[in-house]
């Protein structure tokens, strides 16, 4: 009998494995090399799970992998690494020129006589998701906004109701957006009277 107990009965069904997925790329930690942001998730990885980054990106890891490359392989493999680090750094250049040069419209448009919308353009460009920011605005101002399509179907703005231009503002360039206060632009727009 007590030879029974030791021996545990051995489960057949499958086991759940938890898989670790980048912050940055979404994929695992293994196969970021695949993805356009390697530095980023390399980073990342380093930050959050310092014992898999030491596993796949330590000194001892990259040489046994290269290791079992021929010659040439090597050559090849540096040579690409070297050419995504620059593709990368210029992708990510390019972007912060993009963010600097781009603008926040904040625009006040009269609808009828006293009522007003604010219309709030160009947050894409500085990464921000404009559904969740138009749901934010509509609890923090206690309003009515929506995203919706600008007119000539260049992109997407945010309609917020009433005349929230200023505090808007303040939002975007003090708050928690951070948006730097030259991406910010405030405008009046005025309905034109029809001649009748």
């Known amino acids: 009998m007590a030879e029974a107990a030791d021996h545990a009965p051995v489960s057949t ?29 390399e980073e990342w990885l380093e930050k959050n799970y310092p014992d898999m980054h030491e596993k796949l990106y330590s000194e001892e890891a990259i040489n046994a992998s290269l290791s079992t490359l021929s010659l040439d392989a090597q050559k090849r493999a540096a040579k690409d690494a070297a050419k995504k680090a620059a593709k990368a750094a210029a992708a990510e250049e390019r972007l912060a020129e993009k963010k600097a040069s781009s603008k926040i419209l904040i625009k006040r448009v009269e609808r009828n006589k006293r009522k007003y919308v604010t219309a709030v353009s160009g947050l894409e460009a500085f990464g921000l998701d404009l559904k969740k920011v138009s749901k934010d605005f509509g609890k923090r101002f206690a309003t009515g906004a929506s995203v919706t399509k600008m007119a000539g179907g260049v992109g997407e703005e945010i309609v917020v109701q009433g005349d929230l231009s200023d505090e808007i503002w303040e939002l975007l360039v003090e708050g928690e957006y951070e948006v730097p206060e030259r991406n910010v632009e405030c405008v009046e727009d005025k309905k034109k009277k029809s001649a009748a």
């Open 13 to 41: 069904e499958p086991q759940a494995r938890h898989v670790i997925y980048c912050g940055v790329c979404t994929l695992p930690p293994e196969y970021c090399e695949f993805g356009g942001t390697v530095k980023k998730c």
